[in-house]
């Protein structure tokens, strides 16, 4: 049962545009959220995160808009670079209304390619 | 300040063996988190512990799977009997916990079941 899912498999931006990544979410319950970053045989960097109380968090390049009536959040990512080329993880979780926890959800992830 | 130490990088076991893979948390992290990536699929939650303390298991194999995180030493994952289908990264991730959310991953041991 996949609560966490990341529709597009793949996305291509050229240097310099933005990219923007999606993901959409089943369970109401979850009220954080997390982006990681996944190089080849590494393992997952952590992005960015935003509470359910928010709307928007932002870190230099990165941002994270959350959208709970849909169910739905997206990293942007401005201006791409070459170096940002990764697969992005959506991850969440209910930290404050779980007997679980501090589990983290995740979906299958988005291969971003920053092409020159 | 080192991260999140696994070993070891990559196992290869033959059916019916025993795996046994390390996890050293952050520095100051006393929250441990075990997970798996299966090929083409994200990471899926196994167990949550804290010093000498299973606090969930709800994503662990019932039988052959097994974690603990000693008082003294690294966090360890056991897989009794390998099967193919074991073949998998295993993740372990730590956190200081405390109100903080964030979990912060090692670079995976690579379980290869032959």
């Known amino acids: 049962d996949q609560q966490v899912k990341q529709n597009s498999p793949s996305l291509s931006v050229q240097e310099g545009r933005i990219s923007i990544l999606n993901c959409d979410y089943t369970?109401?319950?979850?009220?954080?959220f997390l982006w990681y970053k996944k190089y080849p045989a590494e393992g997952p960097t952590f992005l960015i995160s935003i509470s359910s109380i928010k709307d928007k968090n932002e870190d230099g390049r990165f941002t994270v808009f959350l959208n709970k009536s849909a169910k739905h959040l997206s990293l942007h990512i401005v201006p791409s670079q070459p170096g940002d080329s990764a697969v992005y993880f959506c991850a969440a979780s209910t930290y404050a209304n779980s007997n679980s926890g501090y589990a983290l959800n995740f979906g299958k992830g988005t291969s971003l390619l920053v092409t020159p | 300040n080192a991260g999140v130490m696994q070993n070891p990088r990559h196992l290869v076991r033959r059916r019916g063996q025993e795996a046994r893979l390390r996890c050293s948390p952050m520095k100051g992290h006393s929250h441990v988190y075990w997970y798996r990536q299966l090929p083409e699929e994200g990471l899926k939650f196994m167990v949550y512990l804290q010093k000498e303390n299973i606090i969930d298991e709800s994503g662990m194999p019932k039988e052959r799977f097994s974690a603990e995180f000693p008082k003294e030493g690294p966090s360890i994952l056991r897989i009794q009997q390998v099967v193919r289908g074991d073949s998998a990264a295993y993740f372990c991730?730590?956190?200081?916990?405390?109100?903080?959310?964030?979990?912060?991953f090692g670079p995976g041991t690579r379980l290869t079941v032959t």
């Open positions: 991730a730590s956190s200081p916990g405390a109100g903080v959310y964030e979990q912060y």
């Open positions: 369970n109401s319950m979850f009220d954080y």
